[in-house]
């Protein structure tokens, strides 16, 4: 399979979990990928995807701060020529009672996930629209951001929003063949969900170690949590040929966790 052969794709939050899952299934396909995190270790993902053969870049930044993000974009234009398919899956998530959370907690996810969304796509699309090849911008958003779950109300805000700018963002590029969409992924087996495991089993009763993911596991109709492969097919379906007619969507990605 190569529906990306030639294709550059820029991809946040891809130091491990969905997001290195996303860039290994890309890179499979064909695509040239820059794999970004704020944190060293995305470089060993870089390095996997070399060793089987595939084209990457590594680069350490924060989604959050607008210099670091241009360079991010620069970065894969310098190496790769363009930027065509432009992944916004870099997020992260507290749990606490309304009482204890803090400002700075508000602030970091919704900056984040909500503003680090904004400024990773107004970067890719300023430079889809100078080469004119079109291009697909695809938002992480959450199950959360169909219904806000307990404990988490700025991640469930912060999730809304992106669904707010796709919306948006999607009006603005639509006559220019580039499309904005945005899934939500349910329950997926990552280091986040090993955190929420813990931080909601705390706040929510005695729960052991897995208990909480289990119980909510089950309510899944599938009766398994998502992998990352799982999330990966419906993101290259986006970025594909197959999906130039659809923008503006906003896809569960779920096991049918929430039908809406
Ligand atoms: N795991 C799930 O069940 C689940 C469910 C719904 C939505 N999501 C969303 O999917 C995305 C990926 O989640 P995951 O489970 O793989 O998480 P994870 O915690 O395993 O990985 C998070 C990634 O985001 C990066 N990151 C965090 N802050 C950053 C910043 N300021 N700048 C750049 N990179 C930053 C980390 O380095 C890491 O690569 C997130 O947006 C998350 O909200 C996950």
């Known amino acids: 399979m190569s529906r990306f052969e030639k294709k550059t794709v820029v991809i946040t939050g891809a130091s491990r979990g969905i997001g ?12 040239n990928l820059v794999v970004s995190a704020n944190e060293e270790s995305v470089h060993a993902v870089a390095d996997d995807i070399k060793r089987d053969g595939g084209s990457a870049i590594a680069f350490v930044g924060d989604v959050t701060d607008k210099a670091s993000v241009v360079a991010l974009y620069d970065a894969a234009e310098a190496t790769f020529g363009s930027v065509d398919v432009s992944i916004q ?6 749990i606490a009672r309304i009482e204890e959370m803090t400002e700075a907690e508000w602030d970091k ?9 904004f400024l990773c796509a107004q970067e890719a699309i300023s430079r889809m629209r100078k080469h004119k090849r079109g291009g697909r911008i695809i938002n992480t958003a959450s199950g959360q951001a169909r219904e806000g779950f307990i404990f988490t109300p700025h991640y469930a805000a912060s999730k809304m929003g992106v669904v707010g700018i796709t919306q948006s963002l999607a009006k603005e ?4 063949r580039i499309t904005v969409n945005a899934f939500c992924p349910g329950i997926i087996e990552t280091d986040m969900w090993a955190y929420n495991d813990a931080a909601w089993g705390k706040l929510l009763g005695d729960y052991a170690p897995g208990e909480l993911m ?3 596991v089950d309510g899944i109709p599938m009766k398994r949590a998502g992998t990352g492969e799982d999330v990966a097919g419906l993101v290259a379906f986006l970025a594909s040929d197959d999906a130039a007619y659809i923008t503006g969507q906003t896809i569960n990605v779920d096991g ?3 039908m809406s």
């Open 214 to 216: 289990k119980e909510w």
């Open 20 to 31: 290195a899952a996303i860039a290994k299934r890309f890179s499979k396909e064909g695509a």
């Open 256 to 258: 049918g966790l929430i």
């Open 109 to 117: 996810v919704m900056a984040v996930n909500t503003k680090g969304v």
């Open 173 to 176: 590029v639509a006559t220019e």
């Open 89 to 94: 899956n870099a997020g992260v998530i507290t």
